[in-house]
């Protein structure tokens, strides 16, 4: 054990020496790709998160979760057997973008309303882009409709929630709240702290894109995005910018705005993408968490749930399809019978299903 983290180490060192490097050679491209991701940041990020961040640690700190969680006692209770306080951050966490959820969730533990067991279990699923986060890239900049946005972010919501009702076998009924509600009466306390708290965390997460954007630019100067990119337009019929984009939004999620404009095909790899959160955001979850979470648990939820948000938002595109423009030059995720993708992603579920079982069995003894 002892040697493997010393391997762990050296590599990780191998791979901070490498990109310090890289950054000095590629150093137009590093400054090029940041400026964009600094552009993102100004223009996506903050105007479409921080106002939701403010207002979700509004509710909690002036307790406003306990009531919203009373008025949804029955179905929090006999539906999905989450404590009604928990629905409540699971719905809050839903609309309000991804950071928020695990944010809530750490500062319910700080003060004793939910175990290190609960919150390892219930931050699996209080993750969701937000409809702000999805007007502002999807909407916005790729389809130019609300009614897309709308498709998109009910596809998300819609997974989840059947993430939740499934992993509520698992759990029982919950009895009634130990935690007593508690109001706050200095009203600037509330404010000045929720602002506080918001702003932190979209300043975490607006560095964490900066500092993905330099990897960016380190990787498409050593020709890594070209050649995968090349490989996944092969494999999935995609074109090669349908394929950079999602190899590129896997990685950091505000890159899906590279994708093909108005090419309402792409909408459910869209959907699925912005269900994952890409690994930025990931890491950024981890780090609220102080890596106190069973990471391979999340990480398959997290893609179990943007299985799901594909097939879904899939089945969307094509009951809505006459509202949408659909181009033939490029229809090919919604009507290529011969393309190879829904056959590998559902493969992948599979995969995923048989893991989380084992994964079960072996916690279990």
Do not use: W
């Not at 403010?54 to 009531?67: D, F, K, Q, R």
């Not at 919950?174 to 306390?189: E, F, K, N, V, W």
């Not at 609220?288 to 299985?307: D, Q, T, W």
């Amino acid at each position: 054990m002892g040697n493997l983290k010393k391997l762990q180490s050296a590599v990780f060192s191998l791979i901070i020496l490498a990109m310090f490097c890289a950054s000095i050679i590629f150093s137009d491209a590093v400054s090029r790709e940041i400026s964009s991701g600094i552009h993102i940041c100004l223009y996506v990020i903050i105007p479409s998160l921080y106002g939701a961040m403010v207002c979700a640690c509004m509710i909690t700190e002036s307790g406003l979760h306990h009531i919203i969680g009373k008025l949804l006692s029955p179905a929090a209770k006999y539906i999905f057997r989450l404590r009604p306080e928990i629905f409540a951050v699971f719905i809050i966490s839903n609309i309000s973008g991804y950071p928020v959820g695990a944010k809530l969730l750490s500062d319910l533990r700080k003060k004793g309303e939910i175990t290190d067991r609960e919150f390892d279990s219930y931050i699996s699923f209080c993750y969701a882009s937000g409809p702000a986060f999805v007007a502002g890239t999807a909407a916005a900049q790729i389809y130019r409709s609300f009614f897309a946005g709308m498709v998109i972010f009910s596809s998300i919501i819609t997974a989840n929630n059947i993430l939740v009702f499934i992993s509520s076998f698992k759990r029982s009924r919950p009895c009634a709240s130990h935690i007593i509600t508690t109001h706050c009466d200095d009203h600037s306390s509330v404010v000045l702290s929720s602002v506080n708290n918001a702003a932190g965390g979209m300043f975490q997460m607006c560095i964490m894109i900066i500092a993905f954007s330099m990897i960016r630019g380190i990787l498409s100067e050593l020709g890594v995005i070209g050649f995968l990119s090349a490989l996944v337009s092969e494999i999935s019929g995609m074109s090669h910018q349908d394929s950079a984009a999602s190899f590129l939004s896997f990685i950091e999620i505000s890159n899906v705005t590279r994708f093909t404009f108005m090419d309402y095909n792409n909408m459910p790899l869209i959907a699925a993408l912005l269900s994952f959160g890409g690994l930025c955001v990931i890491l950024q979850v981890f780090a609220i968490a102080n890596n106190r979470i069973a990471k391979l648990r999340f990480f398959l939820y997290r893609l179990a749930g943007s299985i799901l948000t594909y097939f879904i938002c899939r089945a969307a595109c094509l009951i809505f399809a006459d509202r949408f423009v659909i181009s033939t030059a490029s229809y090919k995720i919604l009507s290529k019978s011969s393309s190879a993708l829904p056959s590998v992603i559902l493969i992948i579920m599979s995969v995923l299903l048989i893991s989380q079982k084992a994964i079960d069995k072996t916690s279990s003894k």
